[in-house]
């Protein structure tokens, strides 16, 4: 029988990426053959770095990993990952509030366009952790250093202090 290659897409804003979020590409690595990191923008989110910056920030991470690929979209998900033609969409699950959350979309998603999810439990470490909570505390001036990849965390200090000197 001959072996199918999975593509699998990994939706996000990303701002900024987290230690949690690196933890899911490496778990969709074990699962999948080729993992598409998919930086969303959203016009709701206040954000801290533009969909360019955070895709170079997530390149810079996973460019020893060469089975994944990122890229920005500002479109529907489901129209996105089927323009990639990714075979399923890859979510990771902290919480309950993510089960209910993340369910919903995936059934959404199933029904509008088709594209199966395959959820991820983070690990325990990582499972309180978010952007927006990131962001928060790091613009509070709390230390944040744990929680995101170091060259993530200069990236963020450096920001913080422009914005500062505004």
């Known amino acids: 029988m001959e072996h199918k290659s999975v593509t699998a ?8 990426i ?3 979020h690196v933890d899911v590409i490496d778990r969709g690595l074990k699962l ?8 969303g923008q959203n016009p709701v989110k206040d954000v801290l770095f533009t ?9 810079e991470l996973v460019k020893d990993k060469p089975r994944v690929s990122v890229e920005s979209y500002d479109c529907l998900t489901v129209k996105f990952a089927a323009q990639m033609k ?3 969409m890859l979510r990771g699950l902290r919480n309950l509030t993510d089960v209910q959350y993340e369910f919903q979309l995936a059934m959404t998603n199933r029904s509008v366009a088709g594209i199966e999810t395959v959820f991820v439990m983070t690990s325990e470490e ?7 909570m990131v962001r928060e505390v790091a613009i509070l001036g709390g230390d944040v250093s744990k929680l995101i990849p ?3 965390y200069e990236r963020v200090k450096k920001r913080l202090a422009e914005r500062g000197k505004e």
């Open 9 to 16: 897409i990994f939706p996000g804003s990303f701002d900024p």
């Open 18 to 20: 987290t230690n949690g």
């Open 32 to 39: 999948f053959d080729r993992l598409i990191v998919a930086v």
């Open 51 to 59: 969909p360019a910056e955070r895709v170079e920030m997530i390149r």
């Open 86 to 88: 990714a075979d399923v």
């Open 126 to 132: 990582f499972g309180f952790v978010n952007s927006t």
């Open 150 to 152: 170091v060259s993530v």
